[in-house]
Structure formats: C-alpha cells, structure tokens
C-alpha cells in the first residue's frame, strides 16, 4: 500500500553562470594579475571539477590593496557624506538581489553547499545585511556612540569557507556603512562568489579601492592582518587561528574582531514541543552540513524524553536527503574539502574509539566528491572528545540532563559560548535559561535563526566583538573604545 | 480503488487508551499532555517542505496520483440530480480526451442525493461521500445528527464525512465530542468514517492536535481538516500536525487512520505539497488514497491541465476540460 | 505645428484606487503666475470618511509586515520616484515659482529623504525600543509600535520635499496615512499617487486627498478612528480648532511648527506615531 513519491532529479540550471576561466585580484577597483603572488585553482567539492584559475595572492599584492585601500579612505570614502555612502550600498544590495540566482548556484558550486541553502539563506541574507548597512550610514549619530563617531580607517577582513558571500557581507556591508574601507580575504577554497563580488561593486559604481579582494591562503590572510596600514582586523574562522591573530596584534594600535568557533548546546525540555525540536535539531546541526560555528553539535535532552526524542530524531533523520547540491531536493550537500572530511573522520573514529555508539540512516554517497553521512552519537559524556572539540561537520553528540540547573552547568561546560538553543512550552524557563547560558546568542525554541538587525557573536572562546545590530556598528566607529 | 475496510473502533485501542474516554478529565489530562506544536516552527517545517521540488517523471506521477486521491465535492445548496449526475460523469472519466486519466477516488455530496450518486457511479470503482450530522454548522441535537447519517448510508453511502462539535470542544467537553463520533461510527456500519475537525474554528495548531487525537480515539477512519464552507480551510502547516498526529496514533495502536485536506486547494501547485508534506511526515504508506484525500472541485481541471501539459509538450487551454 | 498634448486628470487616491470625489467638486490649481494647471477634486468628508476606512482596512496588513520589508518597499518608492524625477521637477517648478535647477533640487532631496526614512524602518525598535533592568527576576522590554491611522495636512508650500518628510516617517513605522495635500500645490501629491500605486505599496496605507484644508481637516481631526494628527499644513487657527477638536479622541497631535524641510529631520516624526508597548514575563524554572 502506497507508493513511494520519488523526487526525480531536479537540477538547478548552471545556465545563469558564466565563470572566466582565470581571475586576477580585485585591487583599486580592477582585476589585477599578481605582482609576487601565484596561480591556484578552486575546485567543486562533490565532484573534484576545476571551477576556475585563481591567483594566490603575495606581500606585494597585500601592500598594493591596503595602499589602494587607504587612499580611498581618506580621499573619497572617509570624506563622502553618510546618505551618499549609503547609497552605494543599497545598489550592492539591488544587485545582489537582482544576481542571487546566479550567485547561489555559484556559491553551491565553490562551496558544496544544497542549493536550497545558497537561494533561500545565504542570498537574501547577503542582500538583507547591505539594506540594513545602507541605513545606518547616515544615522550614526543615533546609534548611541556620540553625535559624530568616526571609522578606524582601513579594515582587514579574513572570512571562512562555510558562507563565502554572507561572510562577506557580515564583514564589508558594516565597515562600509562606518566609513571604513576594506582589504578582504575570502577563504582559500571559496574565492569565486567574493570574486563575483567584486564584480558587483564595479557594477554599483563604487569608488576605486573602498573594497579590495585578495585571493589566496592562510599565508595572504596573516599578511593582511599584520600589514602596519591596518587600522582593524575582522576574524571570522577557527579557535585557533584566533589566538594566533590576537598575538599578532598585541601591542599595536589595531582594533580587532574574532568570531571564532563553538560546540554549542541544545538543550531540550520534557515539555519541548517535540515534532519543532526535531526541526530544531535537524537545522541546528546538519545545516550547512555542519559546517557552522553556532551549530547546536550537543544535544542535551532532558532524561525522562530522551528515549522517545531520539526515536523521533532518528525517524527525521531517514528522511534526509544527501547528494548532487545542485539538486533542488538535497538536504545535505558535500563537505568542503578533503581535509575537512579527513578531520570529520578522524573526530568520528574518536567517538568510537571513546565508547559512544554511532548512527547514521542509510545513505548512498557519491563516489566522487568528500562526503560525509548525518550521523548520531549517543552515549557521549561531558569527557569525550566528540562532547569538547568542534567538529564542523554533520555530527551529533547526545548527552543527558536531569534539571535545569544541570543543564546550564552541562551547556556551559566548554570553553566554547558562541550559541545555545533551549526547548520548552514554558516561557518563564526560556528565559530563565537564557540568562544563564553563557553564549552569545540563545534561540528558544527555534535555532540557526540570522538577521542583520540581531547582534551576533560570542563567549569566551568563541572570540569577542558582535556583528548585526546597533551594536556591531561599534567595531567600526571609533568612539566605541 | 478500494476503501480501507474500517476496524471497530473499541478493539483497536490499546486498554491504557481506551482508558481515556472515561471522562471529560481523563480526555482532558491525555490531551492535553500530548507536546504542544509550536506555530512559528510548524509554519517554518511545512513552507520548507513545499520547497520540494517535482519534475519530470515524479512530477507525473505526482499528478496522476494526486487525481486519484480527489473526492470530487459539490455541497451547494442549489445542488440538483443534474448536477450530481454531470459530476458523476467527470469522476470516473475526468478527461474527455484522454481515456489513460485515472478516475477519482470518491464523489462528496450532501446526504439527500446520495442515491442519485450511487446510480450514477455504478459499475465505476468511484465511491460516494456523504457529508452529514448538520453539515457544516454541527449545530443540532444527536439524534438529528444519527438520522441525517442513517439516511445517507441507508441510501448506499460508502463514506460519511461528519463534522465534530465544535462548540463542545471549545468548551472542554471532551467526552461529549468523544461519544458523538462513536455513536455516528456506529451508525455508519460499513461506510468508513472521516471526522471534520473544521480546524480554521480550531484557533491553534495545540487544538489541531487534540481534536485529532480525540477523533482517532473515537474511531475515525479519516481526519479531515475542513468544510470548506469557512476560511481559512486546508493549509499545509494543519495538514503537517494531522499527519504528525497519525503517525503517532499509528505508532501507538498499530491502526492508520487516513488524513484528508479540504477547502482552498485550487491547483495542482497547491495540492502537490499535500503529497509530499504527507508522504515525509506519516510516511510512503499515506501515499494512497485510501489514506488519503484531497477534497475540492476545481483542482481536477487542474490536475488534468498539468498532466496534459506534461503529456503534450505544451501549454493547454483551459476550454479542452469540462466543467460540469 | 507642435503636437498638441493630451492633459492629464488628477483624482483622489483613496484604497489604492483613483476616484473623483463623491461630491462631483472641483477646483482650479494655477501655477505661480497665476495661470491655470488642471482641476483637481475638492474632497469632501465624506471621502475624508472613506479614506480613513480604507487606511485603517490596511494597518493590519502593513503594521503587521517585517519591518525589513516596509523599508524594501518605502526605497521601492524611492526608486520610481527617481526615475520619474523629471515630472515632478517640472510640477514643482511651475507650481512653487521655482527655477528648474532648484526644483531639480527638491526632486533629488526628496528621494534622498524617503531613503533616509526606508533605512529607519528596521532600526527604531533598537534605538527607540529598550530592555529594562527592572528591579525583579523578570525579562522586561519595551517596543515601539504603529499608533495606526495618521491624518496628514501636509505643508502648504514645500508640495515635494515637505510632503514626502511628513508622510514617510508614519508609513515607514508601520501606520497608515491620509494625506490632505497643500490646497494650492496639490499637483505633485496627486502624482506622488501614481508613484505609490506603482511602487509595492499596498492598497490604503498611503491615500491622498485633495480639496480645501479648511474644509476637510477637522473632519480628520475629530474622526474617532484616526490615532494622529499631524498639523504641518494648518495655519494657526486651524491648528488650534483642529487640536480641540482631536482632543474629543485623545488623538495624538503634532502641532505645526516652522521647518525647513531641508535640513536632516530627526527622530521627531519618526516617534510620534509610535506607541511603546512594555511586556514582563517572569525568568524561572
């Protein structure tokens, strides 16, 4: 009886892309070749293809766009009037929306995220952080930092692979809207929606130089961030890179940033509605394959539900689809890179090897490509290595909890406190919970929710400084230290 | 096609749940104790869900599937013999031009033509819906309700959509909500029962839940959202907590009750979320039409314009299909 | 021989739709030089009736949308606004006595102002809005939300710029307005029409009416469905009736005031038609 609906293949269309073969770098308004730097390649994760030719940027590329970066700052862009600056960013915010289909499947292409994501997530979410922007570049006086805050000047910014283009926004859609000029760079292995970009702002007219993209590896990021014409650094990345850039800038008169890594807990009530916080789980953790700093990575269920809880999880999550992101109806797309797959994997044998149990519903994965399958461990404690290191993939670790107490005391356990998520039908207890939670951002009863207009940012580890809101204008502005 | 031979309602329940129907306060401590639904998720998880995407041949086989879980519906109060007879034609041959189109699964008229119904549809595998127990409203005394029901089955109905009591519900009288569906359950014999919870007088998804697990406790064959005579009617995320709540009554007994969508689902665009919301929440078995139903009119042309359009390769006009 | 150009008819705007006025009335516009424009509709109260029934049909819908999207949609208006720039600087010029340059001027400060106010739309709850440290174990916060109708005599000389400065703060916070548009400039607001009908804004949160201040106003002002009142187009007498008369409703007045509609507005409009709702719910296990 019944007939299994079976989605047939629905590819979005790569038709709306036209990518060049080779890019330069994006310096004082115009691709460049290198001047010391070198060639590399980006390639599409879920199947191994060579997207295009990118240039690995060198010292003297990184010199050229603080330089180029600098002059517009003090020429143009730090002098332009707020409602004009304003102006440009709404334009970027047009276009971006007018471009977001051929951006998305771009940004799934570089990145292996589903293109269900890169359309209804990463893009409007881009768009919506430089409409947000645009607003507040002539309301400064209003943002309860003086009457005349001024920027920093020129802003180095280091994003990461997980949201190429929405990182992207997090960084320049702020530091622009402050007066501030940029010199970014996109993470190694996914140049091309920043390259896009770049494109974008010579569409929108922008001044020569108030942004600047450099291309390349780790190596171009600490070059960018060391460079004495650096007024502030922006860090979005690991825990570990983090401390590296604090001790870089120790001692200098930079302003910096970080938003760093986390192993968040999402901790669900007896009385949680339980259909919702399975969703709630299921995004948590496996959006974006899970690869995000705020994913909710433990699972705290409170004792007396745990058993039924789980029951419903794993029912989800053989609901899951895994494969081709460019398939509309793929849940879970590939995982990065080799070496991202490679730490998955090894992360995952420790669970193992700790004495967790693992689960994963059956799962065809490709054979090209790194993939990695949804995957549960239960059994976990507080000790286990799956409970404290971050994973940044689509794992779960279960524990458990008896109060409420325990709960908070469990949840902030960790040196991380960049997230947590709390399921209950009693208000009085999310908000109880909230203010005990040690993290940043607390979603109750729903999780992995963004918007310009809502501070974001962590504890402890998790790096410091907020990005949204009225609040991560003042990383920018002058009067905020 | 065939309906789902209904199971007696007192022996499908295991003694911890037939327990509950003791009372007004056992109802109330049951249901009340399920797990809320919380609305904005809820929203979120059905609007995702719609974001599935059919193409080709899923796409087809969704549409021909679709057209076979239709309970092809007029319930005017201008309804004549005539009309009943010219809807019968179209649901067992919905395309005039196109023999392949598989018929619907039931006609749904109101109580007093069911017999002009069943002469029409003999010799066809399309069976015959009977609405009753005072559609739409439920505002009337119970042996009004039973003998507005024994006259459609007496007629030949195969199926009986009754509406619950609302006012009943609201006010918290449980047993009494409870004890109406049971005794029309009795009186329906062989027909198989769907319960109107009329969900858009409901006023929360908390409610969807629980006057869909009293229902099934009650013996429904089906839950059926609507009748269509109120907005709002069927809409996805209601349809998502009915079908969460049969997967679990199915979980807890071991009986599927079928889940019908009613009201406001006008084109294929619309209805084909149904499928696949129902299909990934209760699982692959609801993808039947004898667990479940799609209760509209104008759907079917649509229905039948996609298929076509899939079929020719083109766009159709809408004058190649009938209106009956 | 030069073409001869077919004149244009400016009706009311009232639910997204453009009627004459129920009365059948008219009245001449000229332009500085004393010339005759066009006629416009002389509104009566009762399409001062109508306007407000169909403005508040709409604070449901527009108070209810995110305020991402009121702002989307005010820079939407911007936008048409800027391609249909050179129409209104040529109502502006004939209708204030302007030269081209400077109604090019007003046209430019006028689209400039409406992004000004689009990119308000998702910022005053954070700037207006507040958690409060209350002295107990409770999560308490105060928001701002739309008072919900806002009656509007719009300047009677800046027929661009001061009209858009008066009607964008309300319907950017999430009211819905009707427009008394200044009695002998109403060309560009009847226009401005056109451009909302074009531009996403829905059906009734913006609705202009035309006709003689003195006549239509205080049928606004002592309507008991209309939260605000602004008297930018009021001379002193009539602000004071009109004021006496709100009072009956406790309506919110702003009174009028000398102001150059050049200059950055502030957070004035923006938090007149603004109402704070504060909300305690206990934090406990």
Redesign the interface.
Same mark, same amino acid.
């Given at each position: 009886m019944g007939t299994e609906l079976v989605y047939a293949p629905a590819p979005e269309s790569r038709a709306t892309v036209h990518l060049r073969g080779s890019y330069g770098l994006f310096i004082d308004g115009e691709f460049c070749a290198t001047r010391d730097g070198g060639m590399t390649t980006t390639t599409n994760p879920a199947t191994e293809e060579v997207l295009a030719e990118v240039t690995h940027a060198g010292a003297g590329d990184v010199d050229a766009a603080v330089r180029a970066a600098r002059r517009a700052q003090s020429r143009t862009w730090g002098r332009m009037a707020g409602a004009e600056r304003g102006k440009y960013l709404f334009r970027i915010a047009r276009i971006l929306q007018e471009r977001s289909r051929e951006l998305a499947v771009v940004e799934t292409l570089d990145n292996g995220k589903p293109i269900k994501e890169s359309r209804d997530v990463d893009l409007p979410l881009a768009a919506a952080h430089f409409f947000y922007h645009a607003g507040w570049a002539d309301k400064l006086r209003y943002a309860g930092y003086g009457p005349d805050p001024r920027p920093l000047g020129v802003a180095g910014q280091v994003i990461p692979w997980n949201f190429p283009l929405l990182m992207l926004a997090w960084k320049v859609a702020p530091a622009l809207a402050t007066g501030n000029t940029v010199v970014l760079k996109p993470a190694e292995t996914t140049p091309l929606t920043a390259l896009l970009f770049a494109e974008v702002c010579q569409q929108a007219d922008l001044p020569a130089g108030v942004v600047n993209i450099l291309t390349g590896a780790g190596d171009v990021g600490a070059a960018v961030v060391a460079h004495p014409g650096v007024d502030k650094v922006a860090f979005t990345g690991s825990t570990e890179v983090g401390r590296q850039i604090a001790a870089a800038v120790a001692g200098t008169a930079k302003h910096v940033t970080l938003e760093l890594g986390g192993k968040a807990a999402n901790i669900v009530f007896d009385d949680a509605p339980v259909d919702e916080a399975v969703e709630g789980i299921i995004r948590g953790v496996f959006f974006n394959q899970g690869h995000v700093c705020c994913a909710g990575t433990r699972l705290l269920v409170q004792e007396s539900v745990a058993d039924t809880l789980l029951a419903a999880l794993r029912r989800r999550m053989r609901t899951l689809r895994l494969g081709d992101p460019l398939d509309k109806n793929t849940d879970i797309g590939a995982i990065n890179s080799a070496e991202q797959l490679a730490r998955v994997t090894a992360l995952a044998a420790a669970g193992d090897e700790e004495g967790a149990t693992r689960w994963s519903p059956p799962c065809d994965l490709p054979r090209t490509g790194y993939w990695f399958p949804p995957t549960l461990f239960t059994g976990v404690t507080q000790a286990h290595r799956i409970a404290r290191e971050e994973i940044f993939g689509p794992v779960l670790s279960v524990l458990t909890f008896r109060t409420p107490g325990e709960a908070v005391e469990k949840a902030n356990n960790t040196p991380y406190g960049l997230s947590a998520g709390v399921w209950t039908d009693k208000g009085s207890r999310a908000l109880w919970m909230a203010q005990r939670l040690r993290a940043g951002v607390v979603w109750s009863n729903t999780f992995n929710q963004f918007d310009p207009a809502s501070p974001f940012g962590g504890y402890k580890e998790s790096g410091y400084g907020r990005e949204g809101g009225r609040q991560g204008l003042g990383a920018y502005l002058d009067a905020a230290y | 096609m065939t309906v789902t031979v209904p199971s007696t309602p007192s022996t499908r329940l295991p003694g911890s749940l037939a327990d509950t129907l003791a009372s007004d306060a056992s109802l109330r401590r049951f249901l009340h104790g399920l797990?809320?639904?919380?609305e904005?998720? *809820?929203n *979120?998880?059905a609007a995702a869900l719609s974001?599935?995407? =059919?193409?080709?041949?899923?796409?087809a086989? *969704?549409l021909d599937?679709a057209i076979t879980m239709v309970d092809l519906t007029t319930l005017e109060g201008a309804d004549t013999p005539g009309k009943v007879a010219a809807l019968a034609a179209k649901a067992r041959r919905p395309d005039p031009a196109d023999p392949t189109a598989p018929a619907v699964a039931a006609l749904c008229v109101y109580g007093d033509l069911v017999a002009v119904a069943k002469r029409a549809l003999a010799g066809s595998d399309v069976a015959v819906a009977a609405v009753a127990t005072a559609f739409p409203s439920g505002r009337a005394p119970l042996e009004v309700k039973l003998a507005d029901t024994a006259a459609a089955v007496a007629q030949g109905a195969d199926e009986v959509d009754m509406v619950i009591d609302r006012g009943a519900f609201l006010s918290g009288r449980y047993g009494r909500v409870a004890e109406e569906v049971a005794a029309v359950r009795a009186v329906c014999a062989g027909a198989h029962l769907k319960v109107i919870l009329e969900t858009g007088e409901l006023g929360t998804y908390d409610n969807v839940r629980r006057a869909a697990w009293l229902a099934m406790l009650a013996g429904a064959d089906f839950v059926k959202t609507s009748t269509g005579k109120i907005a709002p009617a069927a809409t996805l995320p209601v349809t998502l907590v009915l079908a969460?709540a049969v997967r679990d009554f199915h979980e807890a007994t071991g009986t599927a009750v079928g889940v019908k969508a009613a009201g406001g689902i006008r084109t294929a665009k619309d209805a084909l979320p149904y499928?696949?919301l129902v299909?990934?929440t209760a699982? *692959?078995?609801?993808?039947?039409p004898? =667990?479940l139903r799609l209760g509209a009119s104008s759907l079917l042309n649509d229905l039948l314009m996609q298929r076509a359009r899939m079929a020719r390769g083109r766009y159709v006009s809408p004058d190649d299909f009938t209106l009956d | 021989m030069p073409r001869t150009e077919v004149r244009k008819t400016y009706k009311l705007f009232i639910g997204g739709a453009f009627p004459r006025s129920e009365s059948g009335r008219v009245y001449p516009v000229t332009d500085a030089r004393d010339r005759f424009l066009a006629h416009v509709a002389m509104a009566s109260r009762k399409d001062a009736r109508d306007a407000v029934v169909a403005a508040r049909a709409a604070v449901a819908g527009w108070s209810g949308a995110t305020a991402y999207n009121r702002g989307q949609v005010v820079y939407r208006v911007a936008e048409v606004l800027e391609g249909r720039g050179a129409q209104f600087a040529d109502l502006v010029a004939a209708g204030e006595g302007v030269s081209a340059a400077v109604a090019r001027r007003q046209v430019g400060a006028a689209v400039d102002r409406l992004v000004w106010y689009a990119g308000w739309a998702d910022k005053v709850a954070a700037v207006l809005g507040s958690a409060n440290p209350v002295a107990g174990p409770f999560f308490a916060f105060s928001v701002p939300e739309p008072t919900g109708v806002v009656a509007c005599l719009a300047p009677q000389s800046s027929s661009l710029l001061g009209l858009v400065s008066v009607l964008a703060p309300a319907v950017v916070t999430g009211n819905t307005t009707v427009v008394l548009a200044s009695q002998r400039l109403p060309l560009p607001a009847v226009t401005l029409a056109e451009v909302l009908a074009t531009a996403d804004i829905p059906a009734g949160v913006v609705n202009v009416l035309t006709g003689h201040t003195a006549e239509v106003a205080p049928w606004l002002a002592s309507h008991g469905d209309v939260n605000g009142l602004d008297l930018a187009g009021a001379d002193a007498e009539l602000a004071l009736s009109c004021e006496r008369a709100a009072a009956a409703t406790l309506t919110r007045v702003r009174r009028p005031s000398v102001e150059n509609y050049g200059d950055e507005p502030g957070l004035g409009r923006l938090s007149a038609w603004l109402e704070t709702k504060s909300v305690w719910h206990p934090a406990g296990r």
């Open positions: - | 797990p809320g639904v919380d904005v998720g *809820a *979120a998880r974001t599935r995407s =059919l193409k080709t041949t899923a796409k086989a *969704a599937l969460e499928l696949v299909g990934e699982g *692959a078995d609801w993808l039947d004898t =667990l | -």
